[in-house]
């Protein structure tokens, strides 16, 4: 019966290492690794997406109908173009870079909101969050961006469940039918 008894405690001891909540870490040169949006990072809450955002599968609302500013961030060649990341209250999608754009295109939102190719949000709701909140609102919002090698249209996956869309964002540059993005303040 001790044996046994050891044995059961062994296993639960794995289980539970195994089993723990930890925050997905990201290296800051992005690899195949799934980032995971922490939920608690929310940065507020709005009644609606920001204009010239296009909702995405009814979680995500991404600036499809508005080029955004990039600025670079460095004296190297990238660039780094600032906006905030509206999520459907405990809507849960993956944002991920098409294959062709993985030298040239990396993406981060949360804390510490490090370079992924790969971004997985996992229905959030949080909870005692540091920045106000109103419950009344469905979208949360998150800080964060793109960065390119250079300025670009360039393409985002968004998948929910088995439904997948691709959508153009300009970053530095226009997409076709959006306007040019605005000059440096």
Not at 33 to 50: K, R, T, Y
Not at 161 to 171: A, F, K, L, S
């Amino acid at each position: 019966m001790t044996l046994i008894r050891m044995a059961a405690a062994f296993l639960l001891v794995i289980t539970a290492t195994g089993c723990g909540s930890t925050r997905a870490q990201v290296s800051a040169s992005p690899s195949d690794a799934i980032a995971l949006l922490d939920c608690q990072a929310v940065i507020g809450s709005e009644a609606v997406p920001a204009a010239g955002d296009s909702i995405v599968l009814d979680g995500v609302a991404l600036p499809t109908k508005r080029a955004l500013q990039a600025n670079r961030t460095d004296p190297g060649t990238r660039r780094f173009a600032k906006d905030g990341l509206y999520v459907r209250r405990g809507a849960a999608f993956d944002l991920i870079v098409p294959d062709a754009w993985r030298d040239r295109l990396t993406i981060n939102w949360g804390f510490p909101g490090e370079a992924t190719h790969h971004l997985r949000v996992p229905g959030c709701r949080p909870t005692g969050t540091i920045n106000p909140i109103h419950e009344q609102d469905p979208w949360l919002v998150y800080a964060g961006g793109y960065t390119v090698s250079g300025p670009a249209c360039v393409s985002l996956k968004v998948t929910a469940g088995q439904t997948e869309q691709t959508v153009q964002i300009g970053v530095g540059a226009a997409c076709p039918g959006q306007g040019e993005p605005a000059p440096p303040a």
